[in-house]
C-alpha cells in the first residue's frame, strides 16, 4: 500500500543501481580467472560442480510432455488460488483476534499472500513436486517471472529520481554497503570470483539475473544461479517482511 509516487521512484532506483552492480559482476565475471590467480582462490570445487550439473542434466533432462505442462501450470496456479484464499481467511482473522497486529502489517492480506505461496513453495521442494524441474519447470517459473518484472517496470519513471534524489543516495548507499561487504569477505576468505558474483546476484537480482551472471562464467553453471536465487526469493521473502518492521520504526 506504498503510495504510486513513491513506489515510482524506487522501483526505478532498484533497476538502476542494482544494474549498474551487475555490469560490475558481468565485467569481473570475464576477468574471473586473472582476480581468481591474483587472489590465490582455489577454482578446482566450481569445476566439480560443473562436472555434477551436467550429469545430473544428462542423467535427468527429458522433454517435456503435455501432462507434464499441464502439472506445471496446474502446481503454479493452485498454489496461488490456495495463497489468496488463506489470505482471505487469515486476515479477517487477524483484524478481530490481533488488533495489535495492523502495526506489524498482519492486517495485510498481501503479506499473508506472499508468506503462504513462498512457504507453500519451500515446502514442496522437499517433495516429488520437485522431479518437475527435469522437464524445464524453472523455465516456465522464468517466464511467469519476466511477466512480473515487465508489469512491476511498467511503474516505472525515470524522472522521479530528478525529483526526490534522496531515493536515489539510499539506493546507492545500500548497494555500496552490499558491494563492499561481498568483495572483502570473498578476498578475506579467497573465495573464487564466481561464488561471490552469483551468490551476491542470488540476492539483489534473484532469478530475473543471477543465471546470466552464473551463465557468464560457462553455461553449465547457469542451474546454479536458479538454485541460489530461488533460496534468495524464499530467504528475501520472510527477511524482507522483519527489514520493513524494523525500518518502520526510522523517524522520516
Known amino acids: ?31 574471473h580467472k586473472q582476480i581468481d590467480a591474483k587472489v590465490g582462490a582455489d577454482t578446482s570445487g566450481i569445476e566439480v560442480l560443473r562436472l555434477k550439473v551436467e ?17 506445471i501450470v496446474a502446481f503454479g496456479f493452485g498454489v496461488c488460488g490456495l495463497a ?13 483476534n490481533v488488533p495489535w497486529g495492523a502495526e506489524y502489517s498482519l492486517h495485510s492480506s498481501f503479506l499473508w499472500l506472499v508468506m503462504i505461496a513462498t512457504t507453500i513453495g519451500v515446502g514442496a521442494s522437499f517433495t516429488r513436486v520437485r522431479s518437475l524441474e527435469s522437464v524445464g519447470a524453472s523455465k516456465i ?13 511498467l511503474h516505472m519513471d525515470i524522472t522521479r529520481i530528478v525529483e526526490a534524489p534522496k531515493f536515489l ?22 573465495a573464487p570470483v564466481f561464488y561471490m558474483a552469483v551468490g551476491s546476484q542470488a540476492n539483489v537480482g ?7 551472471v552464473a551463465a557468464a562464467f560457462h553455461p553449465a553453471l547457469a542451474p546454479v544461479g536458479v538454485l541460489l536465487a530461488i533460496l534468495g526469493y524464499a ?11 524494523i525500518m518502520s520504526g526510522v523517524p522520516v
Open 1 to 31: 500500500e506504498v503510495g504510486d509516487d513513491i513506489f515510482s521512484t524506487l522501483i526505478t532506483v532498484d533497476i538502476v543501481v542494482a544494474n549498474f552492480w551487475m555490469a560490475i559482476l558481468l565485467y569481473m565475471a570475464s576477468k
Open 55 to 71: 550429469k545430473f542434466e544428462r542423467e535427468n533432462s527429458r522433454i517435456a510432455s503435455l501432462n507434464d505442462l499441464i502439472y
Open 84 to 96: 489468496h484464499w488463506g489470505a482471505d481467511l487469515i486476515t479477517p482473522w487477524m483484524k478481530v
Open 141 to 153: 517459473g522464468s517466464v511467469c517471472l519476466y511477466f512480473l518484472v515487465a508489469t512491476i517496470g
Open 169 to 190: 543516495l539510499l539506493g546507492v548507499i545500500w548497494m555500496a554497503v552490499h558491494a563492499i561487504l561481498m568483495l572483502v569477505v570473498a578476498r578475506i576468505i579467497k
Open 206 to 212: 534473484a532469478a530475473a539475473s543471477a543465471p546470466v
Open 235 to 245: 530467504l528475501g521473502t520472510y527477511m524482507a517482511y522483519l527489514c520493513g518492521i
